[in-house]
């Protein structure tokens, strides 16, 4: 096979196991599995909300967990309780050799309430062993 086809096939390969990823994040958090989110990070990975607007310097922080344990945590605190049923939209994945980002849309109906959020995503991710897995995830709620 040649180099450039296999640059592509790995390319292609990696934008589907990314956004595999993504949604087995949505999907751990829909079916209130928040015991399942930490193996879908680095072992340093983090994760953030904020408020404001994603492309614009102004922003709250909201929350920020350093560890995929923290997370985890912090979710099963809530477990049993109102939780969100994450849509995701418009995933658009770049990947660059064993790193790679993305960015999507997320609304999500708050399960028991009659409540929703809406914001986006930007999302880091590393390949490690052959195995693509989120280093950070920042979501900011639009204010």
């Known amino acids: 096979m040649s180099a450039v086809l296999e640059a592509r096939l790995d390319r292609l390969e990696a934008q ?9 994040y949505a999907r751990a958090v829909r079916r209130d ?6 193996a879908l990070f680095v072992p340093g990975g983090t994760f953030e909300v ?14 920020r967990f350093e560890s995929p344990q923290a997370l ?5 605190s809530q477990k049993g309780g109102p939780h969100p049923v994450p849509l995701i939209h418009n995933l658009m994945v770049e990947v660059e050799g064993e790193r790679a980002t993305a960015n999507s849309m997320m609304a999500a109906p708050i ?33």
């Open 72 to 76: 985890v945590a912090f979710l099963l």
């Open 50 to 63: 904020r408020s404001g607007h994603p492309d614009k310097p102004e922003f709250t922080v909201r929350g």
């Open 33 to 38: 599995e928040q015991e399942k989110v930490a």
């Open 111 to 143: 399960y028991g309430t009659d409540k929703e959020v809406f914001g986006e995503y930007h999302d880091s991710f590393e390949r490690r062993e052959g195995t693509w897995l989120f280093s950070a995830r920042v979501y900011t709620l639009f204010g």
């Open 16 to 24: 589907a196991a990314i956004a595999d990823l993504v949604h087995e």
